[in-house]
């Protein structure tokens, strides 16, 4: 047994599996939002978004030839797609603690109906676990105004 089905066996005696697969679901986001911000270039990242709002608002006001304006949108897109390049290892490696509690824990939640209404999809633990991550992760990306 894995040292997470353990602690989790704990909290289900003492919470109901609903609660505690949104305890897990919410330390998940927690976790994975901070290594991002660890990871990612928050500082470069900041300064990209600031160019690419000045570069948009440039964008709105254009009045001229069509020339000048594909110029304007390719620099976007660019700028758009030199962020991607920025976050996408620092995300790759922010979700692993999620997947790691996911696989995890998912044996101790197996046939059990966590939440008794909605479409069946919604009913296990997978649903309640990952709810949790994304609005968790949300909180914690806005509240520490991470990029």
Request: aromatic share 12%.
């Amino acid at each position: 047994m894995n040292p997470l089905s353990a602690i989790d066996l704990w909290l289900q005696a003492a919470l109901s599996p609903l609660y505690s697969a949104l305890l897990w679901g919410t330390l998940g986001g927690i976790v994975s939002m901070a290594i991002y911000a660890r990871c990612s270039p928050q500082t470069r990242l900041d300064g990209m978004k600031h160019q690419q709002r000045q570069l948009r608002k440039t964008l709105r006001g254009y009045d001229g030839e069509m020339d000048g304006l594909y110029t304007l949108i390719r620099q976007d897109l660019g700028l758009s797609l030199h962020q991607i390049r920025l976050i996408f290892l620092p995300f790759v490696i922010s979700c692993l603690p999620v997947f790691a509690m996911l696989f995890g824990l998912y044996d101790g939640y197996e046939g059990k109906e966590l939440l008794h209404f909605g479409p069946d999809w919604a009913h296990g633990f997978e649903f309640a676990f990952i709810v949790a991550v994304v609005i968790s992760s949300l909180i914690v990306k806005l509240h520490f105004k991470i990029h």
